[in-house]
């Protein structure tokens, strides 16, 4: 659908479970976990629906797929060798390589933003599920390679969260007794406590700048959406309304925030702007609505630059620089 919930269009359209919407880099692809052959795979469609294809395709369960940096490959979460491991492949599919080698159970993978590196969480260290858990935030090279305890406790850590320049880490630990957001720097030091009260923190969410972090908290008696400063002041209710809110996510371009709510039984899609006013339903039907994702902003355009007739050419430009090339008679798309 649109920002504004227009244009809201069935994609999947299948008696099947499909979920988990992550739109690829560029705008142009959407991998999601669907059970329409019996057990979860990772799809990939275009933005419109068409080219549905199973692209993990094996007996096992995969799920919580996301793009590297520069669209070429894909991480999950796979079952298939008898216990949650992190997997890679290909855009296509290809090339489908396992990363962790443990009997422990590995998820919640986030690649770096130059696309080097990836964290996840792992119960490796001791616990199993259900319980006792005792999760840690690893992070490892793209190919797997240097496995490494970012955060070293006997309690849980979840949710690892790359800052947008890559230097820092968000996630939620309990360390303390309750879950809280923590930060720390990209190789696990100064790891710092941000929120500090008895309620359940998690879910961090950067903002675009990396100077703001979005998080879910309940320290108000139910669940809302707070956000801070990136250094932990600043902490503010932007939902602050008696429903359930969680899952925040930031618009590409910093000004929005995009939720879940649940109104007793029937989840829908939110979205405010960041300092929490506007709040809006996008989808509003008595259907469940989950986990959304925004499409990203493009970071080139295709132009027809006319300096002079008969003279011109087509050229792709960085969307930044757009405002000082359009203009003369230029046109956006390609020259015809």
């Not at 988990?20 to 560029?26: F, G, I, N, T």
């Not at 799920?63 to 890679?88: A, C, H, K, L, Q």
């Not at 939720?259 to 929490?276: H, K, P, Q, T």
């Amino acid at each position: 659908m649109n920002a504004d919930g227009s244009g809201q269009t069935n994609l999947t359209n299948n008696p099947a479970v499909d979920g988990e919407p992550r739109w690829s880099p560029d705008g142009s692809q959407i991998t999601f976990t669907s059970n329409r052959d019996g057990n979860r795979e990772i799809y990939v469609m275009n933005a419109d629906g068409t080219g549905q294809i199973n692209r993990s395709n094996n007996s096992g369960q995969d799920y919580t797929s996301s793009w590297s940096p520069d669209g070429t490959e894909i991480v999950f979460t796979s079952t298939r060798d008898g216990n949650p491991e992190i997997y890679t492949m290909n855009a296509d599919g290809t090339g489908q390589t396992r990363l962790t080698y443990n009997s422990a159970y590995d998820d919640e993978a986030a690649w770096s933003p130059d696309g080097t590196q990836i964290a996840f969480s792992t119960d490796r260290d001791g616990g199993c599920c259900p319980t006792p858990q005792h999760h840690e935030i690893y992070v490892m090279n793209a190919d797997g390679s240097g496995q490494t305890n970012l955060t070293s406790n006997t309690t849980n850590d979840h949710f690892p969260a790359w800052s947008p320049d890559g230097t820092k880490i968000a996630f939620a630990s309990s360390r303390d007794g309750n879950a809280e957001i923590y930060v720390m720097n990209a190789d696990g030091s100064g790891q710092t406590r941000l929120t500090n009260n008895p309620a359940l923190e998690t879910e961090p969410n950067w903002s675009p700048d990396g100077t703001m972090i979005a998080f879910f908290s309940d320290r108000d008696g139910n669940a809302e959406i707070y956000a801070m400063n990136a250094n932990g002041s600043g902490q503010t209710n932007r939902t602050n309304n008696p429903a359930y809110d969680e899952l925040p996510a930031w618009s590409p371009d910093g000004t929005r925030i995009v939720f879940g709510r649940d109104l007793g039984g029937n989840s829908e899609i939110y979205v405010m702007m960041a300092d929490g006013t506007g709040q809006t339903n996008l989808s509003n039907n008595p259907a469940s609505e989950i986990d959304p994702d925004w499409q990203p902003l493009p970071s080139k355009v295709t132009i027809c630059h006319k300096p002079g007739t008969p003279a011109q050419k087509t050229l792709v430009i960085p969307i930044q620089a757009l405002k000082g090339h359009l203009g003369h008679g230029d046109t956006m798309g390609p020259c015809q």
